[in-house]
């Protein structure tokens, strides 16, 4: 299991850590809410909606970084280092962006979320 595959995981988990921010920030306590979270969800304000609003890109951009972890490891043209990086760069900016997300830094944030999309599109151009 490389690093990068790691990575992955952890992408695929950090949707549920902005949800458990969403659902706990929210007013009343998430388990209250779980016979309808998605219209408890829609309700949100201030950092909850903004913590759920960071599970749902979360949720959108993870497909796309695991198909370039994936597509890297199997053209074999890239360094596994190199690979590994990339990974963990991108998980730094998932981060970046969470937090940027939660502390209402619109302009920071687009920035780092674009550098997550660089970070994607380079998991293709090494693997050429």
Same mark, same amino acid.
């Given at each position: 299991m490389t690093v990068?595959?790691?990575? =992955?995981?952890?992408?695929?988990l950090l949707p549920y850590l902005c949800a458990s921010v969403a659902k706990y920030s929210g007013g009343k306590f998430g388990f209250r809410e779980n016979h309808d979270p998605r219209a408890f969800l829609d309700n949100l304000e201030g950092l909850a909606k903004?913590?759920?609003?960071?599970?749902?890109n979360s949720f959108e951009v993870t497909?796309? #970084?695991a198909a370039g972890v994936i597509i890297a490891h199997i053209a074999d043209n890239a360094e596994l280092v190199t690979i590994d990086v990339l990974a963990v760069? #991108?998980?730094?900016?998932?981060l970046l962006y969470i937090i940027?997300?939660?502390?209402?830094w619109a302009m920071l944030r687009s920035l780092v979320? #674009? =550098?997550g999309l660089?970070?994607?599109?380079s998991f293709f151009v090494v693997s050429v």
């Amino acid at each position: 299991m490389t690093v990068a595959f790691w990575c =992955v995981l952890i992408a695929i988990l950090l949707p549920y850590l902005c949800a458990s921010v969403a659902k706990y920030s929210g007013g009343k306590f998430g388990f209250r809410e779980n016979h309808d979270p998605r219209a408890f969800l829609d309700n949100l304000e201030g950092l909850a909606k903004r913590a759920h609003s960071a599970q749902l890109n979360s949720f959108e951009v993870t497909p796309a #970084f695991a198909a370039g972890v994936i597509i890297a490891h199997i053209a074999d043209n890239a360094e596994l280092v190199t690979i590994d990086v990339l990974a963990v760069l #991108f998980i730094t900016s998932r981060l970046l962006y969470i937090i940027c997300y939660l502390a209402d830094w619109a302009m920071l944030r687009s920035l780092v979320w #674009f =550098v997550g999309l660089a970070l994607i599109a380079s998991f293709f151009v090494v693997s050429v």
